[in-house]
């Protein structure tokens, strides 16, 4: 019995991996990830993919990553956004462990809160664990599994 749960939570996680890319944007119907991650090379995923970065990237330092003066519209209206040199140097930065640019572990990353939050270091609690990838994420096994 032991065997069979862990062989269903690993094929879960498997399905997890496959696919968990696609549902970082807030509106996967005009928004793909770009470049796109394939395969199995982690070198382009974390703090080396944009986009990954950003969902990595904790709520109290989202704004400096965003920041962008050529593009008024938020990351997931622009998606350009992401190839920009300020992304780009954050994601940098934070590889290279620069001050300012550490992250700890109490460092919650945007991820796990709904798209538009406002950072508030006195309720971090308030809407945490309602970001729409771990709410897409968790039910993506009875989704697959239904087809």
């Known amino acids: 019995m032991g065997a069979a749960m862990r062989a269903a939570r690993a094929e879960d996680s498997n399905l997890l991996k496959k696919h968990v890319v696609a549902y970082l944007p807030f509106d996967m119907t005009k928004v793909s990830v770009m470049p796109p991650i394939v395969g199995k090379d982690k070198s ?3 703090w080396n993919h944009s986009w990954t970065a950003r969902a990595l990237c904790p709520l109290s330092k989202i704004e400096k990553f965003d920041e962008n003066p050529a593009c008024v519209s938020s990351i997931f209206l622009c998606p350009l956004i992401l190839s920009t040199h300020i992304s780009r140097q954050f994601m940098k930065f934070v590889r290279e462990g620069k001050d300012g640019y550490k992250m700890k572990a109490n460092d919650l990353p945007s991820f796990l809160y ?3 939050t406002q950072y ?3 309720h971090l609690d308030t809407d945490l664990f309602r970001g ?3 709410i897409r994420v ?3 096994p009875f989704i697959v599994f239904q087809v």
């Open 132 to 134: 729409h990838v771990l």
């Open 114 to 116: 709904p798209h538009g």
């Open 120 to 122: 508030d270091k006195d």
């Open 138 to 140: 968790r039910s993506l």
């Open 44 to 46: 382009d995923r974390g």
